[in-house]
């Protein structure tokens, strides 16, 4: 199963914002988890972080032409407020669970709307890291044979 993995603003600063919200460990230690934990899997994964809207949709789109079969989103701060980020996820037919290392529902009020919720088959948040191995086995759990 070919999964991409995509982050948006900010992500790349992981160990570097905020510790106490998202923690000491950095992009490269979630990539290096996340392609230790598929390996042996019938699982592909294809990792990508931009701090541009734009740049996310246009990856979006290639997955599309590249018939991906799973998405795992954190659009960070766009998960907010970006339409267009939204009409991307839900014109692409892939399912897509969205991901947040916080709880966005704990935290300040504008962090609790997602505009990419309801195009999204599933919102994972607070669980840090564990969230995108959740969201990964999900999209599996989806797809038979996948985690022999
Ligand atoms: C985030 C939560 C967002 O509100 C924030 O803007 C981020 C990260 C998270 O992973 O908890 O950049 O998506």
Do not use: W
């Not at 570097?16 to 490269?28: A, C, Q, S």
């Not at 948040?125 to 797809?143: H, N, P, T, V």
């Amino acid at each position: 199963m070919r999964i991409a993995v995509v982050n948006g603003p900010n992500l790349n600063f992981l160990g570097i914002r905020e510790p106490d919200v998202y923690g000491h460990e950095t992009y490269d230690d979630l990539i290096y988890m996340l392609r230790d934990y598929a390996m042996g899997k019938k699982i592909q994964l294809d990792f990508f972080q931009s701090n541009s809207e734009g740049a996310l949709i246009d990856y979006l789109q290639q997955c599309y032409h590249k018939h991906f079969e799973g998405i795992v989103i954190n659009p960070g701060a766009y998960t907010h407020y970006s339409y267009a980020i939204r009409d991307c996820i839900a014109s692409l037919n892939i399912p897509t669970v969205e991901v947040h290392l916080s709880n966005i529902h704990e935290r300040e009020g504008f962090r609790s709307i997602s505009v990419v919720e309801d195009v999204c088959v599933k919102q994972l948040c607070g669980k840090g890291f564990r969230g995108y191995i959740e969201a990964i086995d999900y999209l599996c759990s989806k797809k038979r044979g996948c985690n022999d």
